[in-house]
């Protein structure tokens, strides 16, 4: 299944149309039923992703919050599944919609337009009396990120509970933004407008011989060179001290997926310019652990998963320990254990879930008057 250029137009060269195989795939993933989880006894909102994207942009052009939706793009990992050749897996659903914020106000009307599309999306039923703004907040809303400084103007909306074992939808609202991706596999746009079109015009359902004509963009740059880094398991980047964090954490989990450097003679610069910028963004120790455990925690959901964060622990490891520059005996050392540390407790986990799985409870142990558990040896790499 290939994908060719729509034109020769050499400023198009970021662009391409989806051949019928793909557009088929992005319908069935819009035709899916997403499961937003709430906190507590919140119910659980079932509604296919077409769906909440319609009512979405409908909130957000109502005469009540009078924004202009210029355009709506599928992004990340689900869009590179779309892309793919192969089985992609993705954890989050990605979209973004294009809107002005140039107004602080903007920012506000963003979050009261997706609060207002949960309170009609809740299930039938449920009594609304008592439900406030604050309240769907609350239950259904597991990160809110506002940013607008230096060039810079989008929110983020996620909705699920994070780490829920289910796909959270992470709603963008993007006016500008300098960096909209990290690695050229993971740059790719689909705008849905057509789609969306498409759904609300035809009574037809789409087959190969009648379906939109669907773009999607890199914002990498050159798309026929971005596909092939997806087909062929590459990594790619430019710039890295651009990106928040230098992308350091994303190339690790990129490597532990069996992903390899596009350029192997570069990636030892690349290296460096993501361990500066990781240091940079993450300068004390305590933002660090921070932002590792929210790391692992939301990028390795699952009993495979799981099994994969000691391997990615310890590819970090010996990035940081062959590739930082930037920082003293004392601070590497700092770092380097910080890492150790959460490789340990997640090797520890990971033996005590094949031990309750595998094994039969242990006996405990009668002395003085009290039961005592045996003790297991700690075969962590730290304790050698």
């Known amino acids: 299944m290939e994908i060719t250029n729509n034109t020769s137009n050499e400023k198009d060269v970021h662009k391409s149309v989806l051949s019928y195989e793909q557009v088929r795939r992005l319908n069935d993933v819009m035709d899916e039923v997403v499961s937003i989880h709430g906190r507590g006894n919140f119910p659980t909102i079932e509604v296919k992703l077409r769906d909440l994207v319609t009512v979405v942009r409908s909130k957000l052009e109502s005469e009540t919050t009078g924004m202009k939706v210029r355009d709506i793009r599928v992004n990340g990992g689900l869009a590179s599944y779309v892309l793919s050749t192969k089985s992609q897996p993705y954890n989050d659903l990605d979209l973004i919609f294009g809107v002005e914020l140039s107004g602080g106000r903007n920012f506000d009307r963003v979050k009261t337009a997706v609060l207002s599309s949960l309170y009609d999306l809740l299930p039938e039923g449920v009594s609304r009396k008592r439900i406030s703004t604050c309240s769907l907040k609350e239950a259904y809303v597991s990160k809110m990120v506002k940013v607008n400084h230096d060039g810079d103007r989008w929110s983020l909306i996620s909705l699920g509970i994070s780490n829920s074992g289910h796909k959270n939808v992470e709603l963008k609202f993007v006016d500008s933004m300098k960096r909209p ?204």
């Open 181 to 384: 991706f990290e690695f050229s596999v993971d740059s790719f746009q689909i705008v849905l407008d057509s789609l969306l079109l498409f759904y609300a015009c035809s009574e037809l359902p789409i087959s190969e011989n009648f379906y939109p004509t669907v773009v999607v963009e890199s914002v990498y740059g050159d798309f026929q060179e971005a596909l092939y880094h997806l087909h062929k398991k590459l990594i790619a980047t430019r710039q890295p001290e651009e990106i928040r964090g230098g992308g350091l954490l994303k190339y690790c989990n990129l490597l532990v997926r069996n992903y390899r450097p596009a350029n192997p003679e570069y990636i030892k610069t690349l290296e460096r310019y993501m361990c500066s910028r990781f240091f940079i963004d993450f300068s004390d120790i305590n933002q660090q652990r921070a932002k590792l455990e929210n790391y692992l925690w939301n990028h390795f959901v699952g009993t495979e998963e799981e099994a994969l964060k000691y391997n990615y622990l310890v590819l970090l490891h010996q990035v940081v320990e062959d590739s930082t520059v930037c920082l003293m005996g004392h601070e590497r050392r700092q770092t380097l254990s910080l890492i150790e540390e959460l490789a340990c407790r997640v090797l520890y986990t990971e033996q005590q879930r094949l031990m309750s799985t595998a094994a039969p409870a242990a006996t405990l142990i009668y002395a003085n008057g009290y039961y005592y558990a045996p003790l297991i040896p700690c075969t962590c790499p730290c304790t050698s």
